[in-house]
C-alpha cells in the first residue's frame, strides 16, 4: 500500500491486517528513520536516490519472506510506480502473489492530515510528493484509491473489495 504522505496508509495496513490470521504489518518507514543510524538523508531530498533504492529493494525481501513463510503481509509505505523495478520482479522470481495499491486523496486533504501529525514534512515536500504520485499513474490507474471523501474503515472496505476482485495484481 503506497501513496503520498498523510495519504492514510498505516491506518487502513493496520485495519486489513487486523483481519488476517498470521498478518504481517511492515511498515518502511522504519527501514529509513529506524533502520539508518549514520548518514541518513531525507528520502525526499535529490541526493537520496542510492539510499531509497537500497531501502526499497530491502523491504521486497522482507515483504518477499514474510509471504514464503506464510503470512499474510501488507506493506505500507512511500512506494510510487517509479520504483515498480525494484520491486515486482522480486515477489515474480519467487512465485509470491504481489498486489498493490494507491491511496491518492486530493492534495488539499493530505496536506491538512499533515498538519494532525507530530512528525510534520514540509507544505511543500508534500506537494512534491503528491505531485509526483499524481505524474507517475499510467497504467497503474486500477490501483488508486481515491480517499479524500473515504474514512479509514471505508478505505480498507474499498482495499479488501479491489482484492479480491482481483484489481490490484501486479502480473
Known sequence: MTGPPAAGKSAVASLLVQELQFGVHLRADYFWDEFIRNDFLRPWMPE?????????????????????????????????????????PRFAAQGVACHYAVLLPVKEVTLKRSQSRTKTITESVLEKMHDEFSAHLEGYEKHVVDSTQLDVIRTAEVIREKLEAGQLIIR
Open 48 to 88: 537520496s536516490d542510492q539510499q531509497n533504492r537500497t531501502v526499497v529493494k530491502a523491504v521486497a525481501a522482507a515483504a518477499v519472506e514474510y509471504a514464503k513463510g506464510g503470512y499474510a503481509t501488507v506493506v505500507d509505505g512511500i512506494f510510487g510506480p517509479w520504483f515498480a523495478e525494484l520491486i515486482f
